[in-house]
Nanobody, 115 residues
C-alpha cells in the first residue's frame, strides 16, 4: 500500500553534488514526517536527516551544513540535496516514512563518492 521510490543516486567526485528524490504513494504524504537514512558497507544504517510535515528539519552531525532535506507536498516527494560530498558519504540511501508506528522504506539508491 505505502510505497516509497528513491532515485538520484550515482557516481560523483568529492566536492560534487547530488539530489535524491523519494516519491511516496499510498498515504497522505503531507501528514507524515519523512527521513533519509544511509548504510555504508559493513556499517549500521544511520539517520541522515528528517523533516516534519510542518517543515522542521533535523540533521546528523556528519552532514550538517552540507545536506538539505526538503519536501514538495504537491508532488508527494521528499528530497535530499547533497553538496560538498565526501568519500565517507558513500552509502545506500533510503527514504523512510512512519505511519501509525510502522516504518516504510524504499529500496534504496546508491551514492558513490570516489576520490
Amino acid at each position: 500500500q505505502v510505497q516509497l521510490v528513491e532515485s538520484g543516486g550515482g557516481l560523483v567526485q568529492p566536492g560534487g553534488s547530488l539530489r535524491l528524490s523519494c516519491v511516496v504513494s499510498g498515504t497522505i504524504f503531507s501528514a507524515r514526517s519523512m527521513a533519509w537514512y544511509r548504510q555504508a558497507p559493513g556499517k549500521q544504517r544511520e539517520l541522515v536527516a528528517d523533516i516534519t510535515g510542518g517543515g522542521v528539519t533535523n540533521y546528523s552531525d556528519s552532514v550538517k551544513g552540507r545536506f538539505t532535506i526538503s519536501r514538495d507536498n504537491a508532488k508527494n516527494t521528499a528530497y535530499l540535496q547533497m553538496n560538498s560530498l565526501k568519500p565517507e558519504d558513500t552509502a545506500d540511501y533510503y527514504c523512510n516514512l512512519r505511519k501509525y508506528g510502522t516504518d516504510y522504506w524504499g529500496k534504496g539508491t546508491l551514492v558513490t563518492v570516489s576520490s
